[in-house]
């Protein structure tokens, strides 16, 4: 079974509801370009958009190419990638909603992620870049668990 912080699955339920309620994306200039081949091989099938690519490649940073690094470095040190886990979610230690959401995701977790290294929220980047293909009930859990931390 995998094993996720608690910090890291109350950031999953922040960044799976943060599609609905923003527009901005993070800074990806020459990201494209430089990891392409790294997309297709790692992240192909994800949707372009609101950081979902660049957050893809984060999960998978210990396989992108050297080509990509330079260019994925510069995207995940900016402060629109920081924002995709606010500090607030990462502050919390505890929740009685943690169980639920580690099994309604699992499916996912399994299906979407299960080559990521864990640690450092690369799962959690993981989910966040596959949310068009998350089930319903894991975003369902997701807005509970986050509906009752706020």
């Given at each position: 079974?995998?094993?996720?912080?608690?910090?890291?699955?109350?950031?999953?339920?922040?960044?799976?509801?943060?599609?609905?309620?923003?527009?901005h994306t993070v800074p990806a200039a020459g990201l494209m370009e430089a990891c392409k081949a790294d997309i297709d091989s790692n992240c192909?099938?994800?949707?372009?958009?609101?950081?979902?690519?660049?957050?893809?490649?984060?999960?998978?940073?210990?396989?992108?190419?050297?080509?990509?690094?330079?260019?994925?470095?510069?995207?995940?040190?900016?402060?629109?990638?920081?924002?995709?886990?606010?500090?607030?979610?990462?502050?919390?230690?505890?929740?009685?909603?943690?169980?639920?959401?580690?099994?309604?995701?699992?499916?996912?977790?399994?299906?979407?992620?299960?080559?990521?290294?864990?640690?450092?929220?690369?799962?959690?980047?993981?989910?966040?870049?596959?949310?068009?293909?998350?089930?319903?009930?894991?975003?369902?859990?997701?807005?509970?668990?986050?509906?009752?931390?706020?």
């Open positions: 079974m995998i094993s996720f912080s608690r910090i890291a699955l109350l950031a999953v339920a922040s960044m799976i509801l943060m599609i609905v309620g923003t527009t192909k099938g994800v949707r372009e958009g609101r950081g979902r690519i660049s957050a893809c490649l984060y999960a998978h940073s210990n396989k992108v190419s050297p080509m990509c690094q330079p260019e994925l470095s510069k995207v995940t040190t900016s402060r629109m990638f920081e924002r995709m886990i606010p500090h607030e979610v990462r502050s919390k230690n505890d929740t009685a909603y943690e169980e639920a959401l580690r099994k309604t995701c699992a499916p996912d977790i399994k299906s979407h992620c299960a080559d990521v290294k864990p640690g450092q929220d690369r799962i959690l980047a993981c989910l966040y870049g596959w949310t068009n293909r998350l089930s319903g009930a894991c975003r369902t859990e997701a807005k509970t668990v986050l509906d009752h931390l706020q």
